[in-house]
């Protein structure tokens, strides 16, 4: 069995209610399949829950924790182990994205975006990279940015971490590969969720609708490594990638 | 500067000045807004509304209000659109929990394949919940089911004062018959307990029959509304002195022996030139409408979305209207005063302004399930006007007289420019409801019918 065979059934969803989540939760309800939901807020936890139930779920399990804090990542991790042992799909949702201006003066909310968006992220995915490579199946997927893809001047310390993060998932994709477990990295532009509501907001910004859609075919079948939503914004960042340096740092997006 | 469709929502910065567009269905009057809220849960709604000074928010859904009832100009919204979560179904009952953001289209869609239907739907599906209960809407079916806000037996609503306050019968009822028809005013409804209605499956028994004069509609509406579920008729309002319409009826059906397959149909893109509608290209249109429908009348099985909501087949319709925008009038006439009604028929045909959205429905006898619900025993006609300035505005002044003196009543959620002795003849009792608005809401339409008497 190849690993592009991964039937998806039972998904595990770390940052359940972030705006994206949301959609993609909703999309794989509708295809019946069992959920388990990590998120902070229980009363949050227990409204999508019945949602994600009426909507055709097959099973919706809760938890309630916060991912960012890697101290509670083996409270997460023994829960999935009791509740849902069997899992095959993995699924990253949760960042940050607070207004830059306030990294740039507080060396605390710096650190404190790197630990939500990168460091908590790998430390969470070691450990269930571990269990799927044991069990040389699965699939671990992993919404960074393409923000990631080039520092900019407005947006770098969201952008280094995510962009971090997509260096960190391809490693562990090389790494996993032989098991045949797929990695897979999702990398959307500007989508209209709760993260985004403070930018002011123009046409490039996508339905997150649209956006999940492509996330669960990427999940259910065979998909590039890297997956760009909406897809042109892959070939406007290989664009973006070819600006030399010089001119780059003169442009003030 | 482009104009925004009502879907594409913005949240700009902080800012002072009035920037974010967003428009009604009938893109009349154009409006901005200083700020969009967009909570994702309900638990961010207390504190939208903590922070709000007295009189500066709206609740908002989809925006199918067609003047200025869903809007607040100057000041600023809560989109309820990301608050679209279904919280719980009694397969016994029927009755469905849901999150005030939720569309009726997205309840079809769910609970249909399962046996269940809206208990009242209006003619389009892309309404939510909340606006549903705001505007206390009516369907086909308003002759034996009345009222949507008739199948609500309870909600939860935010206030800005007291909290998150359940409504039902036995607990503040009176705020629940306050909400009701209550255009938003009365807090920002978090949840709702809607009793669906057990169906057969997705099809329609349906009937059209083409009639020729006003009496012919009514005895035709009179006969059929005992023994159909659902009856509505549309009106040629250019036919010259001949009336002449079709009337539709129908009931709920069992197995029609096809599959149904959902229809998506086409979406206007961008709006069409004023002069594209004008009385030639309508005249044609209602023409061509009427001899399709008289040609073939009889029965039919068709499915629930064709019957429903034959206008949702393409997506912002309003845009035919062009950048000017349009004007819905809607009006109920007691049926005492069949007179009226030829006269309002009469004035429209004179004007050389009809529409080609002239529908008529005989409302039935139940009583109003909220205080300043519109329909009432009569009939009542909805007709679409495209936006031509003063012209229109004159004639709609010129029907408002007719409605006035009928005994009539216009309703809110097709009005953007009703003056406020009309509406002060059409809801008497809007100085009792007064007392239930949240300190902390207000509407663009509020403002305009009452804020001159209330001084």
């Given at each position: 069995m190849t690993a592009t065979q991964t039937n998806m059934k039972k998904i595990i969803v770390l940052g359940a209610t972030s705006g994206i989540a949301l959609e993609v939760q909703r999309q794989l309800a509708r295809l019946g399949c069992d959920l388990l939901l990590v998120a902070r807020s229980p009363e949050r936890l227990a409204d999508l829950q019945a949602d994600l139930s009426l909507r055709g779920a097959a099973t919706v399990l809760t938890y309630s924790s916060d991912l960012a804090s890697i101290q509670q990542h083996a409270g997460i991790f023994e829960f999935v182990r009791r509740n849902l042992p069997d899992f095959d799909t993995v699924l990253l949702a949760y960042g940050s994205m607070r207004d830059q201006k306030d990294s740039e003066t507080s060396v605390d909310?710096?650190?404190?975006?790197?630990?939500?968006?990168?460091?908590?992220?790998?430390?969470?995915?070691?450990?269930?990279?571990?269990?799927?490579?044991?069990?040389?199946?699965?699939?671990?997927?992993?919404?960074?940015?393409?923000?990631?893809?080039?520092?900019?001047?407005?947006?770098?310390?969201?952008?280094?971490?995510?962009?971090?993060?997509?260096?960190?998932?391809q490693g562990l994709r090389s790494r996993l590969h032989p098991a045949g477990v797929r990695v897979i990295t999702i990398k959307p532009g500007p989508v209209q969720t709760p993260m985004t509501d403070h930018l002011p907001h123009n046409k490039r910004f996508a339905d997150p609708e649209q956006v999940a859609r492509q996330i669960v075919r990427a999940l259910e079948r065979r998909s590039p490594d890297v997956v760009y939503t909406p897809r042109v914004w892959r070939y406007v960042m290989t664009g973006v990638r070819q600006i030399p340096e010089t001119i780059f740092k003169r442009l003030s997006f | 500067m482009s104009s925004q469709s009502a879907t594409s929502l913005r949240r700009q910065p902080a800012?002072?000045?009035?920037?974010?567009?967003?428009?009604?269905?009938?893109?009349?009057?154009?409006?901005?807004?200083?700020?969009?809220?967009?909570?994702?849960?309900?638990?961010?709604?207390?504190?939208?509304?903590?922070?709000?000074?007295?009189?500066?928010?709206?609740?908002?859904?989809?925006?199918?209000?067609?003047?200025?009832?869903?809007?607040?100009?100057?000041?600023?919204?809560?989109d309820c659109r990301r608050l679209n979560r279904f919280l719980a179904f009694d397969e016994s009952t029927g009755i469905l929990r849901c999150e005030s953001g939720v569309s009726l289209s997205d309840i079809v869609d769910m609970f249909l394949p399962k046996g269940w239907f809206l208990p009242v739907t209006p003619g389009t599906r892309f309404v939510t919940v909340g606006g549903a209960i705001a505007n206390d809407v009516h369907g086909k079916n308003h002759h034996c089911a009345g009222t949507f806000g008739t199948h609500v037996s309870q909600i939860g609503l935010h206030r800005s004062n007291d909290g998150l306050v359940t409504c039902n019968a036995e607990y503040n009822a009176d705020m629940l018959h306050a909400t009701i028809g209550g255009l938003g005013l009365t807090g920002i409804i978090a949840w709702a307990d809607i009793q669906l209605k057990r169906v057969a499956g997705p099809w329609i028994d349906a009937e059209s029959i083409p009639f020729q004069s006003l009496t012919t509609f009514l005895d035709l509406s009179r006969e059929s509304n005992d023994r159909f579920e659902y009856t509505v008729a549309w009106l040629d309002c250019f036919a010259g002195k001949s009336l002449r319409g079709i009337?539709?009826?129908?009931?709920?059906?069992?197995?029609?022996?096809?599959?149904?397959?959902?229809?998506?149909?086409?979406?206007?893109?961008?709006?069409?030139?004023?002069?594209?509608?004008?009385?030639?290209?309508?005249?044609?249109?209602?023409?061509?409408?009427?001899?399709?429908?008289?040609?073939?009348?009889?029965?039919?099985?068709?499915?629930?979305?064709?019957?429903?909501?034959?206008?949702?087949?393409?997506?912002?319709?309003?845009?035919?209207?062009?950048?000017?925008?349009?004007?819905?009038?809607?009006?109920?006439?007691?049926?005492?005063?069949?007179?009226?009604?030829?006269?309002?028929?009469?004035?429209?045909?004179?004007?050389?302004?009809?529409?080609?959205?002239?529908?008529?429905?005989?409302?039935?006898?139940?009583?109003?399930?909220?205080?300043?619900?519109?329909?009432r025993p009569g009939l009542t006609i909805a007709l679409d006007f495209a936006m031509r300035g003063e012209r229109t505005l004159q004639l709609m002044q010129s029907l408002d007289e007719v409605v006035l003196e009928s005994g009539g009543a216009l309703y809110p959620a097709k009005d953007a420019r009703m003056p406020p002795a009309l509406f002060e003849a059409s809801y008497p009792r809007w100085r009792s409801f007064v007392p239930y608005i949240d300190p902390k809401l207000s509407s663009s339409f509020w403002r305009r019918v009452t804020e001159a008497q209330a001084q």
């Open positions: 909310v710096l650190l404190q975006e790197l630990q939500s968006n990168f460091v908590s992220a790998t430390a969470i995915l070691t450990l269930f990279a571990a269990d799927l490579e044991r069990r040389r199946t699965g699939c671990i997927a992993a919404i960074t940015s393409v923000a990631g893809d080039r520092g900019r001047r407005s947006n770098y310390v969201y952008g280094s971490a995510k962009g971090a993060l997509s260096l960190f998932l | 800012s002072n000045s009035p920037s974010t567009r967003i428009l009604s269905w009938g893109c009349y009057p154009k409006t901005a807004h200083l700020h969009v809220h967009k909570p994702a849960w309900n638990d961010q709604v207390p504190q939208i509304l903590q922070a709000a000074s007295p009189g500066s928010l709206l609740p908002y859904g989809l925006g199918r209000s067609y003047g200025d009832s869903c809007l607040n100009a100057g000041r600023e919204l809560i009337f539709f009826r129908g009931n709920h059906a069992g197995d029609a022996g096809r599959k149904f397959h959902p229809r998506r149909g086409p979406k206007l893109l961008f709006a069409l030139p004023g002069w594209a509608l004008n009385r030639y290209s309508v005249k044609a249109f209602n023409a061509a409408y009427y001899k399709l429908h008289a040609r073939k009348p009889g029965a039919t099985v068709v499915s629930y979305d064709r019957f429903f909501y034959p206008l949702d087949a393409i997506r912002q319709w309003n845009l035919i209207y062009g950048r000017q925008g349009f004007l819905q009038y809607q009006c109920v006439i007691p049926e005492t005063n069949l007179e009226a009604f030829e006269e309002l028929l009469d004035r429209i045909a004179l004007s050389g302004m009809g529409s080609f959205l002239g529908v008529v429905k005989q409302f039935g006898l139940a009583p109003p399930a909220g205080m300043l619900s519109f329909p």
